[in-house]
């Protein structure tokens, strides 16, 4: 063989090599592979296929996958609303939602991700909420927490596009008022708990008065005592009562 068909050979040979490495990097390049939790449609050219794609490696050419989370999630929202007492409420949500598999493709035909989804329903769910809050008082928001879980469940979950997802729970984190309706809160609540005190003191003195007559000399004094020292005579009372059985 001469030297110029030992050229070409050669040429041939790096051809054909250079064919089999661009072959081989199309065909890694073509591949890609869809984890266990996400739902994947092709994408090819702008054009979303419709066909679901296996969980595992699939061949997808010069397409991309869109992809989507399939698992249960928890989506946080925090709520600025007002009260129908015009107190300022701050309501955290915590929304339980997982994806329908037979609407994944609608999804991923309507939205280009679900960060815009998100942001979307987030609008919405304000709208809800705010409105079932607004029908109640400050206190009243307090005393009905699970009544009004429920309300803002019901009303959510009639949002049109709410479709794509299964809506599995509702659960109201944490609910905060202004600064100054706390504190008047905790006031209030002082003033019922020393309302019951004193309530119970004078159903013990009433108490002491009906067993008057089976109470010992001595525990009588001790009554007398501690009595004029604070007024609570609830211990006492019963000290003498099982002294006496």
């Given amino acids: 063989m001469n030297k110029k068909a030992q050229m070409e050979a050669s040429s041939i040979l790096l051809i054909i090599g250079a064919l089999v490495v661009i072959t081989l990097l199309f065909c890694a390049w073509g591949i890609s592979i869809v984890q266990y939790n996400e739902y994947a449609f092709e994408r090819e050219f702008g054009k979303l296929y419709q066909d679901q794609k296996e969980i595992g490696f699939n061949w997808i050419g010069f397409g991309t996958l869109d992809r989507v989370n399939n698992q249960v999630r928890n989506y946080e929202m925090t709520v600025t609303a007002a009260s129908k007492d015009m107190q300022d409420v701050g309501i955290i949500l915590n929304l339980n939602l997982r994806l329908k598999e037979d609407q994944a493709y609608n999804f991923l035909l309507n939205y280009k991700d679900e960060t815009t989804y998100m942001q979307y329903l987030n609008n919405k769910v304000q709208e809800k909420v705010k409105t079932v809050i607004l029908k109640y ?109």
């Avoid at 009303?155 to 944490?174: G, H, P, Q, R, T």
């Avoid at 008022?177 to 706390?182: A, G, L």
């Avoid at 006031?187 to 010992?216: S, T």
């Fill in 137 to 245: 008082n400050a206190g009243e928001i307090l005393n009905n927490r699970l009544v009004i879980s429920k309300e803002c469940f019901d009303d959510i979950s009639n949002i049109k596009e709410l479709v794509y997802f299964e809506f599995n729970d509702l659960a109201i984190v944490n609910i905060k008022f202004s600064d100054e309706f706390s504190k008047s809160l905790e006031r209030n609540a002082q003033v019922e708990i020393e309302r019951q005190i004193l309530v119970k003191q004078k159903d013990n003195l009433q108490l002491m008065k009906e067993n008057m007559g089976i109470l010992d000399i001595d525990t009588y004094f001790k009554y007398q005592l501690i009595e004029k020292w604070d007024g609570k005579a609830s211990l006492l009372i019963s000290d003498a009562l099982l002294y006496n059985k």
